[in-house]
């Protein structure tokens, strides 16, 4: 596989070598660039009250402006009800343990040796660019080797869950130490290669254009409920590691399997968090910030559905997973009472995999996926438009 990116260099040419005419044309490039650009007095595209709602929006100290999930923009939530509802997350003890700001620390310093150790005994199977870009890392984030907490909000599902609480997606930018980023470029072309796979929805709509359904034929989707933070770690490291030992050469030679699987271990069992003043271990599940978070996640789930998807293909015309997020296509049995049962045992089969849940839409002729709404026509051809 190629190394990961180079290291920033902080050359810079001796100003005795730097030719005057180089500074003179760059003035003058300057000069006739901002003619280009003059200001003009622009006709407001926003109606005066939206303007008055949003200057006070902008004043108010009380309010905080997270990112909405789905890529929807900001949304406005009170500091309060932010910090409660974050607390709410990290107050799960079954996937989170508080830590002392020293026990922290010290984590952190552990983590700085085993990944020395970890470059030092996989040398020779390791890029010299990788193991530099790796080390570059580790060192610029010993300022603040933690990743930070935050959380979007779902806007698209209601601000309000079941139990009255406003729906959520925790996420955490984690510190960028390039031992995740090596990682993440071992999976990325396995987790690609996976037969549920497909890149964005521009990839999805060419996918599903020529598709001809047969008449009765049903859209569904579903999405798991909290993937990353549901993933067992100790169940998906052993899983994962024993798939990577078997495809390894087969078709894949871009990494060594020890080496490979050392690092997942490292990278995905020491997630430390801060939120504020406050630190947090994750002992169970996936911390969504970590750079290979989406193929882990896309492999880990694949392992599942190439084994359940075959026996359903008198059922399943087509199925395509974006990490959580799933779009199929049901052919119904004859009978309607049999294919009641025969798609309940469907969602029961996908459900049985380390825990994991996923809701699901009613079987219809039109759906919701991605930024995409995607509707059966008379024809039997699948049209799209932007949800």
Known sequence: SPPLKTVKSSWQPPLADIPPTIEERLDLFSIQVK?????????????????SLLTS?????NLLFPDSDKGLG????????????????????????????H?????????????????FDNRKHLDKMDIKYIRHHMISNQINPYGQFYLTYKIHKGMKTDDGQPARMLRCQQSPHGLGKWVDQM????????????????????????????????????????????????PAIACISAYLRSIHGKPFQHYHPQTLIDAIEIVFRNNVIQFGDTYWRQISGTGMGISPAPPWATIFYALHENNFLPPWSHHILFYKRFIDD?????????????DTINWCSFKQTMQQWHGLQWD????????NFMDLTITITPSGHLSTTLY
């Open 35 to 51: 003619t280009l650009f003059q200001k003009k007095k622009a006709t407001p595209n926003i109606l005066p009250f939206q303007r």
């Open 326 to 338: 799933v779009f199929g296509i049901w052919i119904p049995h004859p009978s309607p009472a049999q």
């Open 74 to 101: 900001p949304c406005a939530v009170t500091y309060d009800q932010y910090i409660h509802d974050c607390l709410l997350h990290l107050n799960d003890t079954t996937t989170y343990l508080r830590l002392t700001k």
């Open 360 to 367: 699901f839409t009613p079987l219809s002729t039109s759906c």
């Open 57 to 61: 929006l902008l004043h108010d100290h």
């Open 103 to 119: 026990d922290a620390h010290a984590h952190a310093l552990q983590m700085t040796d085993t990944i020395q150790s970890w470059l």
């Open 187 to 234: 999976l990325q072309p396995i987790a690609s290669s996976q037969p549920s796979y497909f890149k964005d929805s521009f990839e999805f709509k060419q996918l599903i254009t020529p598709l001809s359904l047969p008449i009765g034929a049903r859209l569904f989707t579903c999405d798991a409920k909290s993937m990353y933070t549901n993933i067992p770690t100790e």
